[in-house]
């Protein structure tokens, strides 16, 4: 099968990407953009984004405070696809296409986000850009959603303005979770 047409394949197996909404707190919202849905048949992979480009598939962060975020780290674990009776019908990973490695959690990292603006976060590990679902020929039948968790989130505002004589001009560091 040529390339064109296995990319237009893997399309039509997954409905447009929207953002989903990981953290939401105090002006900040961190965001991932996954298909809405998606169709695997057993024994089968789909992959998000299904040819990444830099920056394409990392979570995003919004700034929506009055301040500058100079850094954030945090956490995203990618939680199997489980049926309602608690059998595991897919395997869910951050995937590295280049040496096809799978991870379960992967620390993310984003630098200077200004008020108002967005940062792409990058994984502490290079390449793994996409997410990946995995089933196998026993993995059952059924409809459910994804679920993600998302923890330790660290952020660090400044430079903000000192407050008066002797103010603390580079800003708190805030750990939410």
Same mark, same amino acid.
């Given at each position: 099968? @040529?390339?064109?047409?296995?990319?237009?394949?893997?399309?039509?197996?997954?409905?447009?990407?929207?953002?989903?909404?990981?953290?939401?707190?105090?002006?900040?919202?961190?965001?991932?953009?996954?298909?809405?849905?998606?169709?695997?048949?057993?024994?089968?992979?789909?992959?998000?984004?299904?040819?990444?480009?830099?920056?394409?598939?990392?979570?995003?962060?919004?700034? @929506?405070?009055?301040?500058?975020?100079?850094?954030?780290?945090?956490?995203?674990?990618?939680?199997?696809?489980?049926?309602?009776?608690?059998?595991?019908?897919? @395997?869910?990973?951050?995937? @590295?296409?280049?040496?096809?490695?799978?991870?379960?959690?992967?620390?993310?990292?984003?630098?200077?986000?200004?008020?108002?603006?967005?940062?792409?976060?990058?994984?502490?590990?290079?390449?793994?850009?996409?997410?990946?679902?995995?089933?196998?020929?026993?993995?059952?039948?059924?409809?459910?959603?994804?679920?993600?968790?998302?923890?330790?989130?660290?952020?660090?505002?400044?430079?903000?303005?000192?407050?008066?004589?002797?103010?603390?001009?580079?800003?708190?560091?805030?750990?939410?979770?």
């Amino acid at each position: 099968m @040529n390339q064109a047409i296995q990319e237009k394949t893997a399309t039509l197996l997954q409905q447009p990407a929207v953002a989903f909404t990981l953290f939401d707190q105090n002006g900040v919202q961190i965001t991932l953009n996954l298909p809405s849905a998606l169709q695997i048949n057993q024994n089968g992979q789909e992959y998000y984004p299904p040819n990444p480009t830099p920056g394409e598939g990392a979570p995003v962060l919004h700034n @929506n405070t009055i301040f500058p975020i100079e850094s954030a780290t945090f956490t995203v674990e990618l939680l199997d696809v489980i049926d309602a009776s608690s059998n595991v019908i897919a @395997n869910v990973r951050w995937w @590295n296409n280049k040496i096809f490695d799978g991870k379960k959690s992967m620390e993310f990292t984003v630098k200077k986000v200004l008020p108002g603006e967005v940062g792409i976060c990058v994984p502490s590990e290079a390449g793994y850009n996409q997410v990946r679902w995995a089933t196998s020929v026993s993995s059952g039948r059924g409809t459910e959603t994804f679920k993600n968790t998302l923890n330790i989130v660290t952020l660090t505002f400044g430079p903000l303005q000192p407050n008066g004589p002797g103010g603390n001009p580079t800003g708190p560091i805030v750990q939410i979770g």
